[in-house]
């Protein structure tokens, strides 16, 4: 039975690699009709409306998919292009290869091929590029078709592998960039398809389209990275402190210390965009220093006047897997002459469940010189309850993403309030944030929950503002009391 009738132009100046491609779309049932062009002027000779398909190298050093496409658009053809890139890397291949040797690794490698092939379009195009990386070649396909492509692939995987009689359970994280969106040019869509399937490795999100803020090569990144070095070094990113108080009470019993850079051009930059910056540009450790010492200053000067309380300061998963972090630590408590048991990390619970023995042998180092911990953003990651009994944390912090939504979310509540008394059960403050409104702040006090963070008891401001906050609040507190 003859196949479907399919006409196609390879540009590719590797006849092993064109080899490939029609193999791929011969096992895919079609009957070919096809040319292979190496260079731009063959690609122009051999241009035909009546074309199926066009399969183009994007690693080509002449003439590549990009150029290709740009004289197809010239030329006002409208033929399905291989345009979005898949990268795909299996997340535990070297276990593989370093438990059951490299002959099951290779058996594995030879399987996956035909696992990929299974739940995708008969026209797109698989390809090994070496190692456990494969490409993923859509045509005509959009971000948004390659992030479905991506989960029926990740899907197709979760059946186990048998390679040389073991079974084998195989994880892969992708990749995703597409023209023009993501890159103009060959080598950037392969470099951005590379970032995003190394973003998809470090958060466990199994497939990740190309962002900006994660490339930490983009250009306007090494911009803001020189920008924020400088403003370390002038000491000008400054901090602002957002209340927490007890619910039984309305006592206020600590602040969290959030960064703020106001850039003498820019305006304000966001955390959101700096900190990522500092992470992957090895700026992390300097800053965290410098916010530490800071806190630490502000939290001796707000106490000389007002009270001493817990300054609260965000730690990054970097800095806990930092073999020095902890004698950093205790070098900026004997600067600043703050108490330890005043200083308290907020860490997520992401962080911690990264790198699990590791992230604990720090935080008990940082523990035993008395520094004291919070898990910030819990409910949003991963952590098993067995494991949350081994951290040395006394306070978990309910993400504002569910206590937001417990007036209208019953599911948002519930988690509330079994984290409240989960918190309970083991002994820990259990803290919510996001309290917007009087009506969250009285359902939390009848879940018992112990204190309460968000813009209902004070936005973040200066530390010379703190004291009239105080008066305030105070002031709102009794009369809520006498109500």
């Given amino acids: 039975m003859a ?31 096809w040319r292979r062009v190496d260079d731009e002027a063959g690609f122009k000779a051999d241009l035909d409306p009546e074309l199926d398909l066009i399969l183009a190298d994007y690693h080509q050093p002449q003439f590549n998919a990009i150029r290709a496409l740009k004289i197809m658009q010239d030329m006002g053809l409208d033929i399905p292009f291989v345009i979005v890139l898949l990268l795909l890397d299996i997340d535990n291949f070297k276990e593989v290869n370093d438990s059951f040797g490299h002959q099951v690794g290779d058996a594995l490698l030879r399987q996956m091929g035909a696992r990929l092939r299974e739940p995708i379009d008969a026209e797109h195009l698989i390809a090994r590029l070496g190692g456990d990386e494969f490409a993923i070649l859509l045509p005509g396909a959009s971000a948004k078709d390659a992030a479905q492509t ?41 470099r951005r398809a590379d970032v ?3 973003g998809a490795k470090r958060t466990g999100g199994t497939y990740a389209v190309y962002r900006e803020e994660d490339d930490p090569y983009d250009a306007s990144r090494l ?19 957002q209340p927490q108080v007890a619910l039984a009470t309305g006592e206020l019993t600590g602040m969290e210390a959030l ?31 410098y916010l530490v010492e800071l ?29 020095h972090f902890p004698e950093m630590m205790e070098e900026v408590i004997a600067r600043t002459g703050q108490a330890a048991e005043h200083l308290k990390l907020e860490i997520t619970e992401s962080a911690v469940m990264a790198e699990p023995t590791r992230v604990l042998e720090s935080m008990k180092r940082l523990r035993l010189a008395g520094i004291r911990f919070s898990i910030d953003d819990f409910g949003t990651g991963y952590s098993s309850l067995a494991y949350l009994q081994k951290l040395p944390v006394e306070e978990i912090k309910i993400d504002r993403s569910f206590v937001g939504q417990m007036s209208s ?3 948002s509540a519930a988690i509330v309030r079994a984290t ?46 703190l004291q009239g906050w105080m008066r305030n609040w105070s002031g709102r507190s009794a009369n809520s009391k006498a109500a």
Wanted: hydrophobic share 45%.
């Fill in 196 to 198: 995003a399937m190394y």
């Fill in 409 to 411: 979310e019953p599911g």
């Fill in 295 to 323: 806190a630490g200053k502000d939290a001796i000067a707000f106490g000389k006047t007002a009270v001493d309380l817990p300054f609260a300061v965000n730690v990054s998963m970097r800095n806990l897997l930092d073999p």
């Fill in 259 to 289: 960064a703020r850079w106001r850039h003498r051009e820019r305006g304000w930059i966001p955390p959101a965009d700096f900190i990522p910056v500092a992470e992957r540009m090895g700026l992390i450790k300097p800053l965290t220093e």
């Fill in 420 to 465: 409240i008394e989960l918190g309970g059960s083991l002994g820990l403050e259990v803290v919510a944030e996001g309290v917007e409104d009087e009506r969250t702040w009285d359902a939390l006090k009848r879940m018992g929950c112990s204190a309460a963070q968000g813009y209902f008891i004070g936005r973040p401001m200066p530390v010379g503002e």
């Fill in 150 to 190: 991506a989960q029926a692939m990740l899907r197709a995987l979760e059946r186990p592998f048998l390679s040389e009689d073991h079974m084998l359970e195989v994880t892969a994280s992708i990749g995703i960039a597409a023209y023009p969106e993501h890159g103009a040019v060959a080598e950037t869509l392969m």
């Fill in 223 to 241: 911009l803001l990275r020189a920008d924020l070095r400088r403003a370390i070094d002038d000491r000008d990113i400054t901090l602002y402190y």
């Fill in 3 to 33: 196949g479907r009738p399919l006409r196609v132009l390879i540009l590719e100046d590797r006849p092993e690699d064109a080899d490939l491609a029609l193999h791929e779309l011969r096992r895919s049932g079609y009957e070919l009709n």
